[in-house]
Every structure is written in structure tokens, then in C-alpha cells.
């Protein structure tokens, strides 16, 4: 499998450093055009070494498929004329249009290409690209998987459906040029080819912008969710409507509709759920636990638990942990079964 990926790779390659050779392109050197080629072979071989070697984690579990994979970038000043396909591919594979105008099919009809635009291919779609003899294309490229990969086109508003987008190709080509001087297989640069490709999908949201529709009950569970996560800090109200990109009345309006409970509500049984969590489990202090589920004040802390509970915090640890050593002392009593 990987000796058949890296053939695919240099085959690929191969077709466009031909097509390269019959263009006048000042810009791409026949070093530039070996290099290019190494990097996309190289690239797409260690990144299908790591989908096959399935490394093993500490524990010996499965390490998980990385996120977003590059198997290859490259750039290209087009022949007049120049055509590719019919073809098909096992990743997503994205162009980005400096200059010049043509032309992708797919299976969903034909879609013109012009300058500051871009195309997207799927995994497993045939299609079929070309510029025009009078206004060839010069693009760069970047070849992509991993198991977030969709979900960023998704975000982009990118499809097989919708393959062409804006995109500013001066920025793009800047971060392809950089994924392809990462070489090496470290960790270190690993995470710093990831970011670039997360850095190229911010630009391509940024300019294809998809309006999002989102009911009430969205927002409310965005609220809830990231409420229940910063719960235990000195969060405000003001700051969980900011977030999910509400006005802090509509959003009260919002939760109280759909839990018949506001915000603030919801806020202090996060809190005394945390608390109770604490007092049954550890040995803390009244006031360590006070502080370490968000309440400044221990003596608040304390009323406001006795109001909502029914019974102080320390009477609270005390019945829970009377339960817990009655329930042993029961299930030590119960008389063995004989067997027969």
C-alpha cells in the first residue's frame, strides 16, 4: 500500500513537471520543479507511513489518526491549453488561481475558474481541469486528508457540489511554500504543518463566508456547555452572551424559554454539584471547597448550600459519608450462599 501511494505520488508529479516543462515560467526552475516534487513524494510517503505504522500510545492503545495530514503542496505557471484528466483521487485535493481562467468538470456540471479563485476535487470524484490557450492559469496546490479534513471544508462551505471559492492566493501560496519547507517527521514539525493548514482554513472562512442558521435551543446549549466549564472561575453572565454572540437579555430570554431557569441559576447548581462532588470525595475544607467551585466567600458559600441543599455543607459530608459506611456495613453482614 504505501509503495503504491508513493508510485501514485510520483506519477502525479511526474504528469505536471511535464506539463511544466512546455510552459514559459521564469518563476519555476527545473530546481524549483525537482524540489517540488521530492517534497510531495516525501510528504505523502511519511504521512502514509503513519496511517499504516498505527502506533501504539503509554498504555498501549491506539494513537489516533492525525487531524489533518498534507500529502503534498506545489506550484504552477500552465501551459496555454493545459488539461488534466479525466482523473481520480483517494484525498482532497484543493487549487488556489494566481492569474488566468478555466474551467473544472465534476459530476455535478461545469464550473469557471478565474483568478483569485480556487477549485476543490474529492476523494474518489473524476474530474476533469483546464485553463484556456489566451489566459493560461498559474496556481498552487495542496493535497490534504485526516480526520478533520471535511469538517474544514464543511466550515469553509466547500463541496463537491460547490467547488469553487474565493481565496486570497497571495496568502495561501505564502503558507504552502512553508508547509513545504517543513520537512522532517518530529513532532515539533508536525504541529507546525497542522497549524498551517488551520491557518489556511481560517483565511478560506474568512472569505467564503456561509451564513449559519441557529435556533434558540443552539445558542442555549452552546451557553450551558461552556458554562459548565468555567463554572468554577469568576465568570460573568455578560461574558458567556459574548461568547456565544448574543445580547445578554436575549440570551436570558432564550434559557429561561427552554429550561424555565436563567443563566445565574444554572451557574450555582454547577457550583453546588461541584461542591457536593468535593464534600463527598475529599477532605477538604469548607472553604478550600468554596473556593474551588467559584464562590469568594465560604460563609456564603455555606448559606447558600444550606438554602438550596436543606442541610449544612459538614452535616451534608457527614450523612453521605454515615451512608456510604452503613451500606458496607450492611453488604459485610449478608450471609454467604451455599452453593447447592
Same mark, same amino acid.
Given at each position: 500500500?504505501?509503495?503504491?501511494?508513493?508510485?501514485?505520488?510520483?506519477?502525479?508529479?511526474?504528469?505536471?513537471?511535464?506539463?511544466?516543462?512546455?510552459?514559459?515560467?521564469?518563476?519555476?526552475?527545473?530546481?524549483?520543479?525537482?524540489? %517540488?516534487?521530492?517534497?510531495?513524494?516525501?510528504?505523502?510517503?511519511?504521512?502514509?507511513?503513519?496511517?499504516?505504522?498505527?502506533?501504539?500510545?503509554?498504555?498501549?492503545?491506539?494513537?489516533?489518526?492525525?487531524?489533518?495530514?498534507?500529502?503534498?503542496?506545489?506550484?504552477?505557471?500552465?501551459?496555454?491549453? +493545459?488539461?488534466?484528466?479525466?482523473? %481520480?483521487?483517494?484525498?482532497?485535493?484543493?487549487?488556489?488561481?494566481?492569474?488566468?481562467?478555466?474551467?473544472?468538470?465534476?459530476?455535478?456540471?461545469?464550473?469557471?475558474?478565474?483568478?483569485?479563485?480556487?477549485?476543490?476535487?474529492?476523494?474518489?470524484? *473524476? %474530474?476533469?481541469?483546464? %485553463?484556456?490557450?489566451?489566459?493560461?492559469?498559474?496556481?498552487?496546490?495542496?493535497?490534504?486528508?485526516? $480526520?478533520?479534513? $471535511? !469538517?474544514?471544508?464543511?466550515?469553509?462551505?466547500?463541496?463537491?457540489? +460547490?467547488?469553487?471559492?474565493?481565496?486570497?492566493?497571495?496568502?495561501?501560496?505564502?503558507?504552502?511554500?512553508?508547509?513545504?519547507?517543513?520537512?522532517?517527521?518530529?513532532?515539533?514539525?508536525? &504541529?507546525?504543518?497542522?497549524?498551517?493548514?488551520?491557518?489556511?482554513?481560517?483565511?478560506?472562512?474568512?472569505?467564503?463566508?456561509?451564513?449559519?442558521?441557529?435556533?434558540?435551543?443552539?445558542?442555549?446549549?452552546?451557553?450551558?456547555?461552556?458554562?459548565?466549564?468555567?463554572?468554577? @472561575? #469568576?465568570?460573568?453572565? #455578560?461574558?458567556?452572551?459574548?461568547?456565544?454572540?448574543?445580547? !445578554?437579555?436575549?440570551?436570558?430570554?432564550? *434559557?429561561?424559554?427552554?429550561?424555565?431557569?436563567?443563566?445565574?441559576?444554572?451557574?450555582?447548581?454547577? !457550583?453546588?454539584?461541584?461542591?457536593?462532588? &468535593?464534600?463527598?470525595? *475529599?477532605?477538604?475544607? /469548607?472553604?478550600?471547597?468554596?473556593?474551588?467551585?467559584?464562590?469568594? #466567600?465560604?460563609?456564603?458559600?455555606?448559606?447558600?448550600?444550606?438554602?438550596?441543599?436543606?442541610?449544612?455543607?459538614?452535616? @451534608?459530608?457527614?450523612?453521605?459519608? &454515615?451512608?456510604?459506611?452503613?451500606? /458496607?456495613?450492611? *453488604?459485610?453482614?449478608?450471609?454467604?450462599?451455599?452453593?447447592?
Amino acid at each position: 500500500m504505501l509503495q503504491r501511494s508513493a508510485r501514485s505520488a510520483i506519477i502525479y508529479m511526474c504528469f505536471r513537471l511535464r506539463q511544466n516543462g512546455k510552459a514559459q515560467n521564469t518563476c519555476c526552475c527545473a530546481a524549483y520543479k525537482e524540489k %517540488t516534487a521530492k517534497n510531495a513524494v516525501k510528504r505523502i510517503i511519511m504521512n502514509r507511513e503513519n496511517d499504516i505504522r498505527t502506533p501504539q500510545g503509554e498504555t498501549g492503545e491506539k494513537v489516533p489518526q492525525a487531524p489533518v495530514c498534507v500529502y503534498y503542496c506545489g506550484h504552477e505557471q500552465c501551459a496555454p491549453g +493545459h488539461r488534466f484528466g479525466p482523473a %481520480t483521487r483517494n484525498h482532497h485535493l484543493l487549487h488556489f488561481v494566481a492569474h488566468g481562467s478555466g474551467e473544472l468538470k465534476n459530476v455535478h456540471g461545469r464550473f469557471r475558474v478565474e483568478a483569485g479563485s480556487g477549485f476543490y476535487i474529492a476523494p474518489g470524484e *473524476t %474530474t476533469v481541469y483546464g %485553463t484556456g490557450t489566451d489566459d493560461p492559469w498559474e496556481y498552487c496546490w495542496i493535497g490534504l486528508g485526516g $480526520s478533520d479534513a $471535511s !469538517r474544514l471544508l464543511a466550515l469553509a462551505g466547500i463541496s463537491s457540489a +460547490h467547488p469553487v471559492f474565493e481565496c486570497n492566493y497571495d496568502a495561501v501560496r505564502e503558507i504552502t511554500e512553508r508547509i513545504n519547507a517543513r520537512q522532517g517527521i518530529d513532532n515539533s514539525m508536525q &504541529l507546525r504543518v497542522i497549524s498551517d493548514v488551520y491557518t489556511l482554513f481560517s483565511l478560506l472562512c474568512r472569505n467564503n463566508r456561509t451564513p449559519v442558521v441557529q435556533c434558540g435551543d443552539d445558542y442555549v446549549n452552546k451557553a450551558l456547555a461552556f458554562l459548565r466549564e468555567v463554572a468554577y @472561575y #469568576d465568570v460573568k453572565i #455578560d461574558q458567556v452572551a459574548s461568547y456565544v454572540g448574543l445580547d !445578554r437579555s436575549h440570551l436570558y430570554r432564550l *434559557t429561561q424559554a427552554r429550561t424555565g431557569k436563567s443563566l445565574k441559576e444554572h451557574l450555582i447548581q454547577f !457550583r453546588l454539584d461541584r461542591a457536593k462532588e &468535593l464534600l463527598q470525595s *475529599t477532605d477538604f475544607g /469548607i472553604a478550600q471547597i468554596a473556593s474551588a467551585c467559584g464562590f469568594n #466567600d465560604s460563609n456564603h458559600f455555606a448559606k447558600l448550600f444550606r438554602s438550596r441543599v436543606g442541610v449544612s455543607p459538614s452535616q @451534608y459530608r457527614s450523612s453521605r459519608r &454515615l451512608g456510604e459506611s452503613a451500606k /458496607i456495613f450492611l *453488604t459485610a453482614q449478608e450471609p454467604a450462599q451455599e452453593d447447592g
